[in-house]
């Protein structure tokens, strides 16, 4: 069984770029989570989905960062534009029962703004 | 507000030594989860931890759940080196019952095993 797809595994933007971030979570898994990894910490949530509803996003800063998830599988997160301080790993998990559960990471998408 | 720390941060150990890391949490849970990270990798679930008391073993680790304490700890027996990782606990915050559905992090501990 394929694990979990995140797409691009690195990105190298210039400040005031946009970037974004796709995500294929296991095969019926309906909650599916963005986390963010600062070098050196522990992954904070950004948002989490529900289906194709966003439950939880009440740590995503809305005014440059948003999130989708179509049809209740795939999911893509932008930022725009990007700012020196994003750059981090956008790990994507999914689990399979609905609140958590055992989280099944991606290898995650490393960003580096220049 | 659900706080997650772990303690040592850092640990160099020699091989065939012993060590515990511990995972102290703020708020009353009894679902907790260790996850390890090779470096550029991503997280690797290790143990899900579901009630006080809770024990699991996989080869030379061992976690434990007191939940009445709110402390979880990792023990290393007999380390080698292919256990050189970061070493996250999470936990699953709960108010009245009912799940946030989100997991906490600590911050890590790096674990280097020495020959």
């Known amino acids: 069984e394929a694990g979990v797809v995140q797409s691009p595994r690195y990105k190298i933007i210039e400040k005031k770029q946009p970037v974004a971030f796709w995500c294929n979570p296991i095969?019926?898994?309906?909650?599916l989570y963005w986390y963010l990894q600062n070098l050196g910490q522990g992954p904070e949530l950004l948002i989490r989905?529900?289906?194709?509803?966003?439950?939880?996003d009440s740590q995503l800063p809305k005014d440059r960062f948003s999130a989708e998830r179509l049809k209740g599988v795939d999911s893509t997160l932008k930022i725009q534009p990007a700012e020196l301080g994003d750059s981090a790993v956008y790990l994507c998990?999914?689990?399979?029962?609905?609140?958590?559960?055992?989280?099944?990471f991606g290898e995650g998408s490393r960003l580096t703004v220049l | 507000e659900l706080k997650v720390e772990q303690n040592p941060l850092f640990l160099s150990m020699q091989e065939g030594k012993n060590y515990t890391i511990y995972c102290n949490y703020s708020?009353?849970?009894?679902?907790l989860y260790w996850y390890r990270q090779d470096p550029g990798k991503s997280l690797e679930s290790l143990f899900v931890?579901?009630?006080?008391?809770a024990v699991k073993q996989e080869g030379r680790l061992m976690a434990s759940l007191d939940t009445k304490a709110r402390l979880s700890t990792l023990h290393i027996t007999a380390a080698v080196h292919d256990l050189s990782a970061t070493y996250f606990c999470?936990?699953?915050?709960?108010?009245?019952?009912?799940?946030?559905?989100?997991?906490?992090f600590g911050q890590g501990t790096i674990l280097t095993v020495h020959p």
């Open positions: 998990a999914s689990s399979a029962r609905q609140g958590v559960g055992e989280l099944f």
């Open positions: 095969s019926g898994h309906n909650t």
């Open positions: 989905y529900e289906n194709e509803e966003a439950v939880d």
């Open positions: 708020t009353t849970s009894d679902r």
């Open positions: 931890l579901l009630s006080n008391g």
């Open positions: 999470a936990v699953e915050g709960y108010a009245g019952g009912t799940s946030y559905g989100k997991l906490t």
